[in-house]
């Protein structure tokens, strides 16, 4: 019986955030009605510009790698009732430190050294970043929704001072970048795809931190305070350590994407680093029930809706914004539709059965 | 005294007039915000109603060409996602903070695919009222040409204080903020007052937003707001939800917001970019200080999520 629960429990897991998708794009489809577009048309394009030529697949990939990676730092946190949005923060703050470590380095070294260095400064300072917002909370009892969406503008902020003075390459002049980390040192496309390295390691990221949280003692542990933290501390766990520790595995997740960004995709630190992956990460956790294996295809969906932005726009005159809209709505709904689960008979266990 | 030559003098009194005039969206939002957390729930959306109503008041303002107008209806698309945030928090098991991050995003996003066309055009501004007509210089002139929405916040401090202190409505929100069984019992509904506390908190997000694409900086682009409506959400925590410490909090985080620009105004231009984050290093120095692991804030609603 209970291996009919668990099931049951998977079907509702999956069916509920599907049903919010398909209420999510009629409602948006009603939006673009509204403003005089035919809703068919966009459904189509989006679905082109997605999944629809072997290029734009490529696309949705190389946008799905940062998303893995900033998802898992929302993802990672919420198995223990933690609400972190500061994965914008992190990815930034991630992606100048790999950019300084590569100043920093000297020419001539192996590029898998140098490309190493690279990835651990951006992971160890995205964990840095968001490991202080999980002390604030132990520590301090700092809310740490709060907290880690002010260091995200304090990212921010850094990175610009970093760009347009002490990192500054004086050759970027239209565009103020760090020194570029050189062609030879960029991290490669996987063989026979033009998408580059950043989306297995988000992928093995994310097979990594579901062992480590469904496999393991640790997992056990951490999820328990997700349940009841009273209840974990009173039993002797190390509540403070298990919530710092996530904190920190979560925002080396994000300072990874922004490495990878920064190594793979820009090849400088600059503002192309805000792009807003952080935030459409916190959709994309949410929507994979902050579950790390399901932010796999989620990521891959969202980029899709991410890469499909640009076609809208060239094809229909229709503003960027409009994933952000689409986005929003899907958030929403998602959120709404919470209040369904264990409401449908159907997905419930007949009790004494 | 030459009038423009000030010398070092300018950056205080730059900081001064920042403070009345960066202040003063702090000041809306965190108004609003306090009436919707004295009803026992948090809206983090208030980010994504700034820039909402930032773009709703430019737009109406070109075109009717009342600024007024503008600002009006910026307050009623404010209060119009709070009626959201309000009606899909009510469902059972949806989570205030979680939707509270989903509107702010659904509120940017709209702001930027409806404004888009409004990016270049000029609107008219609101008018300021010059207090500082006594004086030949014209740096003090400037710093006291006081907006008129900013009086209008002072005047909304001490009577959203009456309204929460001394009338039966204000007394009917704290109970329902403070314990939802005791507002039961007495036959209150929670959902109908939580529902008008974050509609009128939406509605006041929604002013504050049209003072920034209507006085300061006066016109509507996309990096307008940059988290003044999230720092705002977290200066009505350590004001003790309390409009009075809100009024003071606003202004000392408008003279945090104005010493960037002012250091730059005299030739200090290295760390402008740091400078212009000293809001959020403030905000979070102070929620530092002020929080603690091991008790509630003093003066927090009972059924206040975000600090249990």
Known sequence: ????????????????????????????????????????????????????????????LLRAAPLILAALCTALPAQLGMVIIGGEGALVIGGLAAAAMAVILPGGMPVLVFQGAMVIAGMSAGGAWIGISGALRHYRGVNETISSLLMTYIAIAILNHMVFGPLRDPASLNHPSTQPIGDENMIGTIPGMDVHWGLIFGIVFCLFTYVLMYRTTFGFSARMVGGNVRAAA????????????????????????????VAAVHGAANDALIAGYGYTGILVAFLARQNPLAVIPVAILLGGI??????????????????????????????ASETLFGRIKFFQVKEAA | MES??????????????????????????????????????????????????AMSGYAVSYLSGSPWLGVLVAGIVGSGFGLVHALVCNLPKVNDIALGIALMLLGTGLAFFLGKNFIQPQAPNLPSIDLGWWSDIEQVRSALEINVLFLVGMALTPAIMFFLQRTK???????????????????????????????????????????????????????????????????????????????????LFGGAGALGPALQAVGVTSGYYLFNAAPYILTLGIMIAMSSSTRRFRGAPGELSVTR
Do not use: H
């Open chain 1, 1 to 60: 019986m209970a291996n009919a629960g668990r099931i049951l429990g998977a079907l509702e897991a999956l069916t509920i955030p599907m049903l919010a998708l398909a209420v999510s794009m009629v409602l948006f489809g009603a939006f673009v009605m509204i403003v005089g577009v035919d809703p068919v048309e966009v459904y189509a394009l989006m679905y082109k510009g997605a999944f629809g030529t072997s290029f734009s697949i490529q696309n949705t």
């Open chain 1, 234 to 261: 009173m039993s002797g766990l190390p509540v403070g350590k298990l919530l710092i520790i996530t904190c920190v595995i979560a925002g080396s997740a994000a300072g990874l994407a922004g490495a990878i960004e």
């Open chain 1, 306 to 335: 991410d890469a499909s932005g640009g076609l809208l726009q060239r094809r229909l005159d229709l503003p960027d914004a409009t994933v952000l809209v689409l986005q929003g709505i899907i958030f929403v709904v998602i959120l």
């Open chain 2, 4 to 53: 423009g030559d000030l010398g070092w003098l300018t950056v205080p009194l730059a900081v001064f007039a920042g403070a009345i005039r960066v202040s003063t969206p702090f000041l809306f939002v965190s108004l609003g915000e306090c009436l919707t957390e004295r009803s026992g729930r948090i809206n983090l959306g208030l980010e994504g109603t700034l820039v909402m109503g």
């Open chain 2, 169 to 251: 409505w204000g007394l009917i929100l704290r109970t329902v903020g403070d314990s939802e069984d005791a507002a039961r019992s007495l036959g209150f509904s929670v959902e109908r007052t939580r529902m008008l506390a974050t509609m009128a908190g939406g509605f006041l997000a929604g002013v504050g937003g049209s003072f920034l694409s209507l006085y300061y900086p006066g016109s509507w682009s996309e990096g307008l707001s940059s988290g003044q409506g999230i720092t705002a959400v977290a200066l009505v925590i350590f004001a003790r939800w309390n409009p009075l410490y809100c009024f003071y909090a606003s202004l």
